[in-house]
């Protein structure tokens, strides 16, 4: 369709040599990098989600490292959780937010050390963020982007090829826990998290120039499970109900209009940002949620990527952030952003660009 123009300013992947070995044909832009979208095969690439085992290069889920002897009051004050219990080893779905409560990146965050912590950003610039509170609090900790680069492994048989890897102790790892090892002197992370709900695990690569070592070794250990290359698949994901930050939010969102409300402790201490907001927010009660949509057409409806207006009665009453074809479910279903007046089980029309489309809301996740 049209190339993209090289630049500094737009920075490689380690994997990306990889990825073009593969047959990558698609990128997207996150975090100032690209990310691939597709190999191709956009069914057969979530069937084999689904069924067997992916890998998939997520470089651009960057690392915010906050190092130095107050990186653990930092990681607090920018996360309104309660990381008091967090132990090294563990990490952390977070929902950072502004002073006005709004959600500006939704992080894993993962504690290395009592003095090192990373914060494993969706698409938003946390570096400025974290030095600017840094520095405005006073705080001596220094906070950096750090070489690390996640590489993905997803799917049911994704914990036997990463356990031929590197062994059967990671069967035991619990959910965002993660421990840092090496294979033939590739220095990694090996976590049990990732951006789909059919389980698996994130490598985070900790040398950026051993890319195509680490992704020959997967693509190895992954051979007799028919591993192949894959993405953050929007299917899967938006059947199972995960947040993409920037997509699905706006710039008024708070966590509790997007599910986040469980990963919000109202009770960490008032340095925390955007925690008054946060509490008034919740007092209040939040003037949005986040539904799930079910389109009434049942043919794959190749909708444009933008947000739709939700109508009821010819009232406009939110969006639809997103929209999909369900494999699964052979419908076109999407996410809703839609006043708390409007509750599950509502009939609504989808509307914009000529499209007049009926659709049911539902809760999340659909399966
Ligand atoms: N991996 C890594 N970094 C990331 C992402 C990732 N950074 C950006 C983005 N993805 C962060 N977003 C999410 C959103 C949801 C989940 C993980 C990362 C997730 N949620 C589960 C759920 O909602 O059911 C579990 C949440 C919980 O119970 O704590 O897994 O993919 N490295």
């Known amino acids: 369709m049209f190339g993209i123009t090289p630049s500094a300013r737009l920075r490689p992947s380690p994997f990306y040599e990889s990825t073009v070995a593969e ?23 979530y069937w084999r989600l689904i069924n067997g085992v992916s890998m998939w290069d997520v470089a651009v889920e960057r690392q915010i490292e906050l190092h130095g002897p107050d990186a653990g009051r930092l990681a607090q004050i920018l996360s309104p959780r309660d990381l008091g219990k967090c132990v090294e080893g563990q990490g952390k779905y977070v929902a ?22 990373w914060l494993s950003i969706a698409d938003s610039n946390i570096l400025f963020w974290a030095r600017a509170v840094a520095s405005e609090r ?30 059967d102790w990671v069967r035991d790892l619990k959910y965002f826990w993660f421990s840092e090892t090496e294979i033939d002197g590739i220095p990694v992370a090996v976590a049990r998290s990732g951006w789909s709900k059919q389980g698996g695990f994130e490598i985070y690569l900790m040398d950026g120039s051993k890319g195509a070592g680490l992704w020959d070794r997967v693509k190895e250990a992954g051979k007799p499970f028919d591993i ?8 899967e994901r938006i059947e199972s109900g995960l947040l993409s930050w920037g997509g699905d ?8 209009e997007v599910r986040l409300g469980p990963f919000v402790d109202l009770d960490v201490a008032d340095d925390v940002v955007g925690i008054k907001a946060l509490r008034a927010i919740k007092a209040e009660g939040p003037k949005r949620h986040q539904l799930g949509a079910v389109l009434e057409n049942d043919e794959p409806t190749a909708l ?17 952030t997103n929209c999909v074809w369900s494999y699964r479910l052979k419908r076109n ?15 609504v029309v989808v509307h914009k660009d000529g499209w007049a489309i009926p659709a049911a809301l539902s809760k999340l996740p659909f399966i």
């Not at 900790?141 to 048989?157: C, M, R, T, W, Y």
């Not at 444009?304 to 009665?313: E, G, K, Q, S, T």
């Not at 279903?333 to 009939?347: M, Y």
């Open 249 to 256: 939010t706006d710039d008024a969102t708070n966590p509790y």
């Open 228 to 235: 192949g290359p894959g993405n953050p698949n929007a299917c």
């Open 138 to 167: 006073g705080l001596d900790v220094a906070v950096s982007e750090a070489d690390v680069s996640p590489l993905a492994v997803q799917g049911p048989k994704a914990e036997d090829v990463v356990a031929s890897l590197f062994g």
């Open 96 to 117: 950072l937010c502004n002073h006005a409560g709004t959600l500006i990146n939704d992080p894993i965050l993962l504690k290395l050390a009592e003095d090192r912590y």
């Open 23 to 45: 047959g990558v044909q698609s990128f997207t832009t996150y975090n100032n990098m690209l990310m691939p979208t597709g190999y191709g095969d956009p069914e057969g690439e």
């Open 304 to 320: 444009p990527a933008h947000w739709y207006d939700i109508l009821v009665d010819g009232e406009k009453v939110g969006d639809l």
């Open 333 to 347: 279903i999407g996410f809703a952003l839609v006043s708390t007046r409007v509750k599950p089980g509502a009939e």
